[in-house]
């Protein structure tokens, strides 16, 4: 049987230190913040589709237009959530530059949303 996974996301092992802490190995800590990024849009999906069948229950335009509105704020603060976590993640092989860089990005497309 083939194997599907990728190289360098499979999890790897915890180790305990001599003074109990928990040491979390670089392919470990990957891991971790890729699920955190799927599981922060999976939480963007879910609270979207909720928001839907809300808009339909309401029957009205003028609520669902008060939804939507709600709605507004949950797109870019997932967006900034999850930009966030990547940077973290990423952090020690990125120079500083890189990540400001990034960061720039995420602010432009703010900006360009707002014009």
Do not use: Q
Request: net charge positive; hydrophobic share 55%.
């Amino acid at each position: 049987m083939v194997s599907r996974s990728r190289p360098g996301l499979r999890a790897g092992r915890v180790r305990r230190t001599e003074n109990g802490a928990v040491e979390v190995g670089p392919v470990d800590l990957e891991l971790r913040t890729l699920r955190i990024m799927a599981a922060l849009r999976f939480l963007s999906a879910a609270v979207e589709c909720a928001a839907a069948f809300y808009m339909l229950r309401l029957f009205r335009v003028e609520h669902a237009l008060r939804v939507n509105a709600l709605l507004g704020l949950v797109g870019p603060t997932i967006l900034v959530l999850v930009t966030v976590v990547g940077l973290v993640g990423v952090a020690e092989r990125f120079s500083l530059e890189r990540m400001v860089l990034v960061g720039l990005g995420v602010a432009l497309i703010f900006l360009a949303t707002r014009l």
